[in-house]
């Protein structure tokens, strides 16, 4: 989770997800789209959106209405961003400090939308580079679930699961024999029948 602390008042200082007010003749999801790229200088990131937040005593100032969206960002992506200059930082979702007003429920929320999401799709796609070892797309659903899942059977559901494939490439950094290295096959990339064989959801039955 990125977040950023705050350098005007009120709550300078403290922990806040990344937002500004929109013009008036620039669409919300331009908007979204444009703080994004002024963030990372990435175009065409994963984006969607979340919720509206509008309870009337949401914002100890005045009427305030929210709509949050979230972005899914690959980790060779985000490692190039330049967080000292927006003053911002990641944090494990299960080490989010202190943040403003109803932003925690915002965190919250996105979590829960994606742990549904990822029971269905791979998204993976939009999170790991395009090639990665089993054990790098375990620790991915981990991180999310905040659970930790047999590696034998992750191995054997996930590789059934029709979304991935098999390089001849092997990733030998953390031993000498190496990892196989994966990518997921693209959607595009299924015929019918295919499509319906494809199926994750079986993996994380919790």
């Not at 620039?26 to 990435?42: E, H, N």
């Not at 100890?60 to 911002?88: C, G, M, Q, T």
């Not at 991915?140 to 590696?151: A, H, K, M, N, T």
Request: with cysteine; net charge positive; aromatic share 12%.
């Amino acid at each position: 989770m990125l977040l950023f602390q705050r350098q005007v008042e009120p709550f300078r200082g403290s922990w806040s997800l990344l937002g500004e007010v929109p013009d008036a003749e620039t669409s919300m999801d331009k908007s979204a789209q444009d703080i994004i790229y002024k963030l990372t200088g990435v175009k065409d990131l994963y984006l969607s959106q979340l919720k509206t937040y509008g309870d009337l005593d949401r914002d100890p100032l005045e009427r305030v209405i929210s709509i949050v969206y979230y972005s899914l960002i690959r980790v060779d992506v985000f490692k190039k961003i330049d967080l000292k200059k927006h003053n911002a930082k990641w944090f494990a979702l299960n080490e989010i400090p202190e943040i403003i007003l109803d932003h925690k429920q915002m965190i919250n929320d996105a979590i829960s939308k994606l742990r549904e999401i990822a029971k269905t799709e791979p998204l993976g796609f939009r999170l790991l580079p395009k090639l990665f070892t089993l054990p790098q797309l375990q620790n991915l659903y981990e991180c999310l679930y905040g659970i930790e899942f047999d590696s034998r059977n992750f191995r054997k559901k996930i590789l059934s699961s029709g979304f991935l494939k098999k390089t001849d490439k092997k990733d030998k950094t953390s031993s000498r024999k190496g990892a196989f290295l994966f990518s997921f096959i693209e959607p595009n990339e299924l015929d019918e029948k295919e499509k319906k064989e494809t199926n994750i959801k079986d993996v994380f039955q919790f």
